[in-house]
């Protein structure tokens, strides 16, 4: 009787050990999929305010009566680099949440698989997949929502270089500048040699 009594106990015991453990690792699960959701919302923030941001200011910049290129070209490259930089951290959030997601639904269609009456289980498992359709739904639409703010960031890779080539074509413009004026001070100094050169010939036929 009482080695029953003890094996009764240890099973009690052994089976709330299992229910907590169960119960802790769903709640891991749960914790780990709110985790990386409020990671990838902190920098969606993030990215969205400094890319606005940047782009407005380039555009304030552009639209001065004479911008100056080379200097609105290097500022906007380090708000970029910035920027591609939290789209990085975005996108590694984003195949987090992903991750977590499925490990998440794993934990709810374990949990319902051991339910012991049938039907009970069934409408668990419907639940489940009710819930995932909708998820699946709401994370579609955010991928293709990145997509397109990855061709944004590409046309800001496009914009760039096209600041920087104008930014160089406008120094070579000043250097143009510069060199009419160089070209100038040589003619003047080919016409003085000329005339040194002449006052020589005339000195030699004297």
């Known amino acids: 009787m009482r080695i029953l009594t003890l094996s009764l106990f240890s099973l009690v015991l052994l089976f709330g050990s299992c229910k907590w453990k169960t119960?802790?690792?769903?709640?891991?699960?749960?914790?780990?999929?709110?985790?990386?959701?409020?990671?990838?919302?902190?920098?969606?923030?993030k990215l969205s305010d400094k890319l606005v941001e940047s782009l407005e200011d380039a555009a304030v910049a552009l639209k001065e009566e004479d911008p100056?290129?080379?200097?609105?070209?290097?500022?906007?490259?380090?708000?970029?680099?910035?920027?591609?930089?939290?789209?990085?951290?975005?996108?590694?959030?984003?195949?987090?949440?992903?991750?977590?997601?499925?490990?998440?639904?794993?934990?709810?269609?374990?949990?319902?698989?051991?339910?012991?009456?049938?039907?009970?289980?069934?409408?668990?498992?419907?639940?489940?997949?009710?819930?995932?359709?909708?998820?699946?739904?709401?994370?579609?639409?955010?991928?293709?929502s990145i997509n397109r703010v990855t061709e944004v960031l590409e046309a800001g890779n496009d914009f760039h270089m096209v600041l920087v080539a104008s930014s160089i074509r406008q120094k070579l413009e000043q250097n143009v500048g510069e060199l009419a004026i160089i070209s100038q001070q040589a003619k003047a100094l080919l016409n003085d040699l000329q005339a040194f050169t002449q006052a020589g010939r005339d000195l030699v036929e004297g």
Request: hydrophobic residues 25%; without cysteine; charged residues 35%.
């Open 23 to 45: 119960t802790k690792q769903a709640l891991k699960h749960g914790e780990e999929l709110k985790a990386s959701i409020e990671s990838f919302e902190k920098n969606r923030v």
């Open 68 to 144: 100056n290129l080379p200097k609105v070209s290097k500022d906007f490259e380090k708000e970029w680099t910035s920027i591609q930089n939290r789209y990085k951290k975005l996108k590694k959030n984003f195949s987090e949440v992903g991750e977590n997601s499925n490990n998440y639904f794993g934990q709810l269609d374990e949990l319902s698989n051991n339910i012991t009456k049938e039907s009970l289980k069934q409408e668990e498992l419907a639940k489940n997949r009710a819930l995932k359709v909708t998820w699946d739904t709401n994370y579609k639409e955010a991928e293709k």
